[in-house]
């Protein structure tokens, strides 16, 4: 009988630093599957963000640059317009993308760059030991919200799946998460297609993977999945945002 | 070799297409917009690319984005445009990776002026952005020198991996000149498999490349900055460039200018010599490294009583003039930041009342 399951040649085989119940790992590997599967590994360039993930090129088995906080998409860009026979993807987390890079991340998605971002929104800051984030909930207590997030003071999370898709250039813009086996193969399929729209140099393409932090939400990674199923779902609605025409 | 007349900005972007370099991001800026104007018809032209982004924020990735998957690249801006990048350009210095910056000068601080100056020497020489990075910084005094800077500037940058910038007053870009683009200056883009991202496939190691500034091991940090600081310590030795005016015979004083305002001393010194009174110059073309052994040279001249720096600034280049005459001699500035020029006659008038 031959081998029916194996690591991605596109994932490493270092122990990741990633916190028990976090999500990372299952996107690193969705990612890494997908470079396999359309055989890109040769010619991808992965950028790091800052956050949790600003190590992901130990994960991950491809060529990679690291950004400064926010910064990947105007990177992606500079690499893809000097180099589009690349294979260009940002990997960022909310703070990240949704606050100091929401200029970049709208002008790329603007412009229609031909890259592909996977967006990992867990509604807090990691690495900094979990702070408030444009995209942290109602009332959510963060070191820096500690009496939860005041809509009235900081205003409501930001949306940016649907943010970005209110923009009039073609896109495939989509929402998943991967808590659950049913969810993860959905996600699967939709970075498989972002980065196949890629390929084809169609358009811009992003999915947003709604994701957990159970360290900094002060839960246990099963009280995690729970959380981001009821409440954090009920807001960032998965879906297609946007197809291409 | 056949001249042109140029405007400055123009010309240098002339001159990095014909060094070679196919890649342009930018966003504009008085007084340096004319670059962009002029790459937008001529780079479709060449198969090059150009770009406007969204930001000087952006555009600073940008060139760290194509220089790290090994692509020639620059960009152009001005003082406030510059202080935007220098994020970036810290970045990019860590990472090791060759880019060339053009900052065509205006007045500062804050929103300053649109007019040419030269306050950003500073910036440029020591505080381009957070931590031990520096940056090969040359000075044109003429459109004609800011052409072939621009096109040494990218092998220089590829020689030691550091950004490379050409820090111009704002007249090299405005005024326009007779140009030539020697051949001879146009160059072939070193081999960056060893460390660009240029993709796996495309390389015979088949392994990949990281470009990367994060080292969270003190001694790996530490390690990446020894050699930052080697390579900065190999400009010092390698690649400092100046010019002596007037220094063969003997010399009551030393004026030490670069850019425009050297230009004007030039002219102030010749009106001096018509009256008997013998002034030496020394114009440094790389500001980092500082021509400190050339003005060393020159102020051990037994005639030469003063050194006198005159900028378009507030007195920035005095401080490493001060600091390389070593209290041999008296050192003083005399300078103008709003956007009007120094004229000779009032470097004559200084010249006279500190030391002739």
């Given at each position: 009988?031959g081998?029916?399951?194996k690591k991605p040649?596109?994932l490493?085989d ?7 119940g ?6 690193h590997r969705?990612?890494?599957e997908?470079i396999?599967?359309?055989g890109i ?20 088995n491809c060529?990679f640059?690291e ?5 990947a ?15 260009v993807?940002?990997?960022?987390g ?5 606050s100091?890079g929401?200029?970049?991340?709208i ?15 867990n509604a807090i ?5 979990g ?20 809509v ?17 250039t ?9 808590i659950?086996p049913?969810?993860?193969n959905k996600?699967?399929?939709?970075i498989?297609?972002?980065?196949t ?14 994701s ?5 939400w002060g839960?246990?990674?099963?009280e995690?999945?729970?959380?981001t ?8 609605q998965?879906g297609?945002?946007?197809i291409?025409a | 070799m056949?001249?042109?007349?140029m405007k400055g900005?123009?010309?240098i972007?002339?001159?990095a ?6 890649n342009?991001?930018?966003?504009p800026?008085t ?9 937008v ?13 969204e930001?000087e924020?952006a555009?600073?990735?940008?060139i760290f984005g ?9 960009t152009?801006?001005?003082s406030?445009?510059?202080?935007l990048m ?41 505080g381009?952005?957070?931590g031990d990075?520096r940056?090969?910084?040359?000075a ?9 800077m621009?096109?040494?500037?990218f092998p ?6 550091n950004?490379v910038?050409?820090?111009?007053d ?11 683009f020697?051949?001879?200056?146009k160059?072939?883009p ?7 991202t240029?993709g ?10 990281l470009v ?19 390579k900065?310590?190999?400009?010092r030795?390698?690649?400092v ?5 007037n ?17 004007v ?12 009174i ?8 790389t500001?980092?490294p ?5 003005l060393?040279?020159?102020v ?9 720096s005159i900028e378009?600034?507030?007195?920035q280049?005095?401080e ?7 209290g ?6 005399y ?12 470097v ?9």
């Amino acid at each position: 009988m031959g081998k029916t399951f194996k690591k991605p040649e596109a994932l490493s085989d270092a122990h990741t630093h990633y916190c028990p119940g976090c999500t990372h790992g299952v996107i690193h590997r969705l990612v890494a599957e997908t470079i396999d599967e359309l055989g890109i590994r040769g010619r991808t360039v992965g950028i790091a963000p800052v956050g949790c993930a600003v190590l992901a090129y130990n994960y991950l088995n491809c060529d990679f640059q690291e950004a400064a906080h926010g910064r990947a998409p105007a990177m992606a860009t500079g690499i893809k317009r000097v180099r589009p026979d690349l294979m260009v993807f940002t990997y960022q987390g909310d703070g990240d993308l949704a606050s100091i890079g929401m200029g970049e991340i709208i002008h790329a998605a603007n412009r229609g760059e031909k890259f592909t971002t996977i967006f990992v929104n867990n509604a807090i800051y990691g690495m900094t030991g979990g702070q408030m984030a444009p995209t942290t909930m109602p009332g959510q207590r963060t070191s820096t919200s500690p009496l939860g997030r005041n809509v009235e003071e900081v205003g409501m999370p930001i949306k940016v799946a649907e943010l970005l898709a209110a923009l009039q250039t073609p896109a495939y813009i989509t929402r998943q998460t991967v808590i659950k086996p049913k969810y993860i193969n959905k996600a699967k399929k939709a970075i498989k297609q972002a980065f196949t729209y890629q390929l084809e140099n169609r358009c811009f393409s992003l999915v947003e993977v709604v994701s957990t932090c159970p360290t900094n939400w002060g839960m246990t990674p099963v009280e995690a999945v729970d959380w981001t199923e009821k409440t954090l779902l009920a807001y960032y609605q998965p879906g297609d945002y946007k197809i291409p025409a | 070799m056949a001249k042109v007349l140029m405007k400055g900005n123009e010309a240098i972007g002339e001159a990095a297409i014909r060094a070679g370099c196919l890649n342009y991001f930018a966003y504009p800026i008085t007084p340096q917009s004319e670059v962009a104007e002029y790459l937008v018809r001529r780079m479709p032209e060449v198969g090059g690319v150009f770009l406007q982004g969204e930001s000087e924020v952006a555009v600073g990735y940008m060139i760290f984005g194509a220089a790290g998957a090994g692509e020639r690249v620059f960009t152009t801006s001005s003082s406030p445009g510059i202080s935007l990048m220098s994020e970036a350009i810290s970045y990019i210095a860590a990472a090791q990776c060759p880019a060339v910056f053009v900052n065509i000068m205006r007045g500062g601080p804050g929103l300053g002026g649109i007019l040419p100056s030269q306050a950003d020497y500073l910036q440029a020489t020591k505080g381009i952005g957070h931590g031990d990075c520096r940056l090969l910084v040359m000075a044109p005094a003429s459109v004609q020198e800011a052409v072939e800077m621009v096109m040494n500037a990218f092998p220089l940058a590829e020689k030691y991996r550091n950004p490379v910038m050409i820090l111009g007053d704002g007249l090299i870009g405005q005024m326009m000149e007779p140009v030539a683009f020697p051949d001879h200056l146009k160059s072939e883009p070193t081999n960056k498999d060893a460390w660009a991202t240029n993709g796996m496939d495309h390389r015979k190691s088949k392994s990949r490349n990281l470009v990367k500034s994060l080292f969270l091991d003190p001694v790996q940090l530490n390690d990446n900055n020894l050699q930052l600081k080697a390579k900065y310590e190999r400009m010092r030795a390698e690649t400092v460039m100046s010019e002596s005016y007037n220094t063969d015979g003997d010399y009551t004083g030393l004026i030490v200018s670069y850019g425009t305002m050297s230009r004007v001393c030039r002219t102030a010194i010749d009106m001096l010599k018509a009256e008997g009174i013998e002034v030496g110059m020394l114009r440094p073309q790389t500001l980092f490294p500082f021509p400190e052994k050339a003005l060393a040279d020159a102020v051990s001249k037994p005639s030469c009583t003063h050194v006198l720096s005159i900028e378009m600034s507030m007195g920035q280049m005095v401080e490493d003039v001060d600091r390389f005459v070593r209290g041999l001699l008296p050192v003083s500035w005399y300078g103008k930041c709003g956007g009007d020029i120094p004229t000779p006659e009032e470097v004559i008038d200084v010249v006279k009342e500190r030391f002739a």
